[in-house]
Nanobody, 126 residues
Framework: QVQLVESGGGLVQAGGSLRLSCAAS????????MGWFRQAPGKEREFIAA????????FYANSVKGRFTISRDSAWNTVYLQMNSLKSEDTAVYFC???????????????????WGQGTQVTVSS
């Protein structure tokens, strides 16, 4: 069983930065994607970014491309989301998730992810 725990959320002013972390434990597969998603009040959960193991290939939503960067540590124990130039519309609960044996066409699909963390709140004040 895979456990995912997010941290690093908080309150930041518009234009500021935050780095989210997702600590992973359990699981034996070396073929998966780690994704970041977010959900604002009254909205559906949306894809933000993903990184694929073992290739390290990254994927981004157009809304965050150039501002957010997904990365991981060398052991794939922790995945990060560096968020720069934050905007008020980035306010949401941010979740990390794992998709086993991913194919590229499904990496942005929230319904494909099996394991989820509890989420961390990010609030951007304008």
């Amino acid at each position: 069983q895979v456990q995912l725990v997010e941290s690093g959320g908080g309150l930041v002013q518009a234009g500021g930065s935050l780095r989210l972390s997702c600590a992973a434990s359990g699981g034996t597969s070396n073929s998966y994607a780690m994704g970041w998603f977010r959900q604002a009040p009254g909205k559906e959960r949306e894809f933000i970014a993903a990184i694929r193991r073992p290739t390290g290939q990254t994927f981004y939503a157009n809304s965050v491309k150039g501002r957010f960067t997904i990365s991981r540590d060398s052991a794939w124990n922790t995945v990060y989301l560096q968020m720069n130039s934050l905007k008020s519309e980035d306010t949401a609960v941010y979740f990390c998730a794992r998709l086993l044996n991913p194919i590229v066409s499904t990496i942005r699909d929230v319904d494909r992810y099996t394991y989820w963390g509890q989420g961390t709140q990010v609030t951007v004040s304008s």
